[in-house]
T-cell receptor, first 116, second 114 residues
Framework: DSGVTQTPKHLITATGQRVTLRCSPR?????VYWYQQSLDQGLQFLIQ???????AKGNILERFSAQQFPDLHSELNLSSLELGDSALYFC???????????????FGPGTRLTVL | AQSVAQPEDQVNVAEGNPLTVKCTYS??????LFWYVQYPNRGLQFLLK??????LVKGSYGFEAEFNKSQTSFHLKKPSALVSDSALYFC????????????FGTGTRLLVSP
C-alpha cells in the first residue's frame, strides 16, 4: 500500500458528461501528480500541483483541469468526455516540488474511467 | 527532450533463471533513473532509483539495476526470477536540471514460467 488513495475505483459515464476524480496524497507529501494510462498512449504526465499551486503541465487537454486543496487532496476534472478519454487515471505524490527530482513518486491504485 | 526506450514488449524467463529488462534513455544533463512495477489492476510500485554514486543500485524484492553512462542504459536485473515477479515493468527518467517531468517508457511485460 503506497499510502496514496484514489476514488472512485471505477467510473462509467457517457460521452459529453463531466466527472471528478479524487486523490489523497501520502501523509506529509506536498506534491501531487496526475497521469493518464491508455493502451495507445502509454503513461502520460498530465499535471502537477505543489502545496496548492500548479507547478507543471504535461499533455493535459483543455477539457481537463485539476486543483489541490488546502488539505492537500487533489481533484482532476474531466469534461465534455469523449470515447478516447477512457483510460486509467493515476495520482502520485512525492515530498518535493520537482526541482530536486531525485525523490520517487508514490502511486495510487488508479481510477478506471470508461466513456460509453 | 527526454525519452526512454524499453526495446522489448515482453520478456519470458523460467523460474530460477536470471532476468534482465532493458532500458535506454536520452536526457539533457545528468539523469535521475527509476524502475517501477505494475501488477494487474494496481498502481505503479517504486522498485529502485539511480541518482548518483555507485552504478549498481539495489532495490526491492531482490531487484537491482546497473547505470551505464556511456551506453545510456539502466537495465533491471534479478539473479533468480520468481513466478510472482510476473508483471509490467516501467523505466522512467528525468533530468537533474530544473523541473523536468518524469518520462516513462512503454513498459515491458515480464512472464516467469514455473
Amino acid at each position: 500500500d503506497s499510502g496514496v488513495t484514489q476514488t472512485p475505483k471505477h467510473l462509467i459515464t457517457a460521452t459529453g458528461q463531466r466527472v471528478t476524480l479524487r486523490c489523497s496524497p501520502r501523509s506529509g507529501d506536498l506534491s501531487v501528480y496526475w497521469y493518464q494510462q491508455s493502451l495507445d498512449q502509454g503513461l502520460q504526465f498530465l499535471i502537477q500541483y505543489y502545496n496548492g499551486e500548479e507547478r507543471a503541465k504535461g499533455n493535459i487537454l483543455e477539457r481537463f483541469s485539476a486543483q489541490q486543496f488546502p488539505d492537500l487532496h487533489s481533484e482532476l476534472n474531466l469534461s465534455s468526455l469523449e470515447l478516447g478519454d477512457s483510460a486509467l487515471y493515476f495520482c502520485a505524490s512525492s515530498s518535493t516540488a520537482g526541482t530536486s527530482g531525485e525523490r520517487e513518486q508514490f502511486f495510487g491504485p488508479g481510477t478506471r474511467l470508461t466513456v460509453l | 527532450a527526454q525519452s526512454v526506450a524499453q526495446p522489448e514488449d515482453q520478456v519470458n524467463v523460467a523460474e530460477g533463471n536470471p532476468l534482465t529488462v532493458k532500458c535506454t534513455y536520452s536526457v539533457s544533463g545528468n539523469p535521475y533513473l527509476f524502475w517501477y512495477v505494475q501488477y494487474p489492476n494496481r498502481g505503479l510500485q517504486f522498485l529502485l532509483k539511480y541518482i548518483t554514486g555507485d552504478n549498481l543500485v539495489k532495490g526491492s524484492y531482490g531487484f537491482e539495476a546497473e547505470f551505464n553512462k556511456s551506453q545510456t542504459s539502466f537495465h533491471l536485473k534479478k539473479p533468480s526470477a520468481l513466478v510472482s515477479d510476473s508483471a509490467l515493468y516501467f523505466c522512467a527518467v528525468r533530468s537533474n536540471t530544473g523541473f523536468q517531468k518524469l518520462v516513462f517508457g512503454t513498459g515491458t511485460r515480464l512472464l516467469v514460467s514455473p
